[in-house]
């Protein structure tokens, strides 16, 4: 459509410009045969009178005003057929341009309604996906449930021969006057059966437990025992080292003792000597004597044997002499 319009539009061009090139060659064709006849005009002028020239030159001059009132009739003419075919294309290229606004906007919408369409096809697509993995999730579905069914057909028709011995129970028993009424009953039974095994679990677990305790403090009483005797035997061989080291300083001590006494006695005897020899060194001097200090009693008594020492050189010298 679109085509078409600018085919119009091309077309209506085309013949302005077709008619403005006619219009441009008519007037060159009637200047050009005008000025032909003035060439050949003024060519004859010399063989021709003058009042037959002015006859002629008048004759020309009316020709030539009533060809200038027809080309400017037909140039107005022309000119308002140009302007009215010029209006008429403005109008027309309104028109187009309305056309083609509406034209534009009608492939927009096109192209919003394809964009939607396309959209809208995706969509189906996408649900069409979705619908047919539902529909192979849901035949897998229904071939579980027709095989879960055939299954519990095939239970209920295998367990139909409990259905003829409830009833013939409810014939026989007295206590009972339909099937149903025994499902209660046994699912209370059932149900007692299973809290006693729980409760025997359970007590059973109680009693595991405790001895699984007993047996870990038994377990650790027998390795605290353990523990304490070999402490007890450590503290006991420390005890008899104790006591062997005790035994031997005691010994030592005894010996001490003795050899102290031994040391007093030998010393007593060394102060008596001295004392002895200090006083028999005295003589009967016995002023400034200290009885009581032995090293000054020896140091007294060493210069005195220093002194013999030396008056005995002497008189051994002298003698010699």
Excluded at 186 to 192: G, H, M
Excluded at 283 to 312: A, H, P, V, Y
Aim: charged share 30%.
């Amino acid at each position: 459509m679109l085509k078409a319009f600018l085919q119009f539009y091309s077309s209506t061009i085309m013949d302005a410009k077709n008619k403005a090139n006619d219009l441009a060659a008519a007037f060159n064709n009637h200047f050009k045969n005008n000025l032909q006849h003035q060439l050949l005009g003024k060519q004859s002028e010399d063989f021709v009178a003058p009042a037959t020239r002015l006859l002629k030159k008048k004759q020309e001059e009316n020709d030539v005003h009533q060809a200038m009132l027809a080309v400017k009739e037909d140039f107005n003419m022309t000119a308002r057929n140009r302007r009215l075919r010029r209006e008429e294309l403005k109008v027309k290229e309104a028109e187009i341009k309305g056309h083609l606004l509406k034209f534009d906007q009608f492939l927009k919408e096109n192209e919003m309604k394809r964009v939607r369409a396309m959209k809208k096809a995706e969509n189906e697509r996408k649900l069409a996906l979705q619908k047919a993995i539902e529909l192979r999730a849901l035949e897998v579905d229904l071939q579980v449930l027709t095989e879960e069914r055939d299954r519990l057909a095939r239970l209920a028709k295998k367990n139909e021969i409990y259905l003829d011995y409830m009833l013939k129970v409810v014939r026989l028993c007295k206590q009972f006057d339909e099937p149903r009424q025994v499902m209660p009953r046994f699912d209370t039974l059932v149900q007692t059966r299973e809290d006693l095994l729980q409760n025997s679990k359970e007590g059973e677990a109680s009693v595991n437990q405790a001895l699984t305790l007993q047996a870990h403090y038994i377990e650790q009483s027998q390795d605290r025992i353990i523990n304490y005797n070999n402490k007890l035997a450590l503290l006991q061989t420390e005890l008899d080292t104790v006591t062997s080291h005790a035994m031997l300083w005691e010994s030592k001590w005894v010996h001490i003792q003795n050899t102290a006494a031994k040391k007093t006695l030998l010393l007593g005897t060394i102060k008596m000597a001295t004392l002895n020899l200090f006083v028999s060194m005295c003589g009967k001097d016995k002023r400034g004597m200290c009885t009581e200090d032995t090293g000054e009693q020896l140091s007294q008594i060493q210069s005195f044997l220093l002194n013999l020492i030396s008056i005995m050189e002497e008189l051994h010298k002298a003698e010699h002499k």
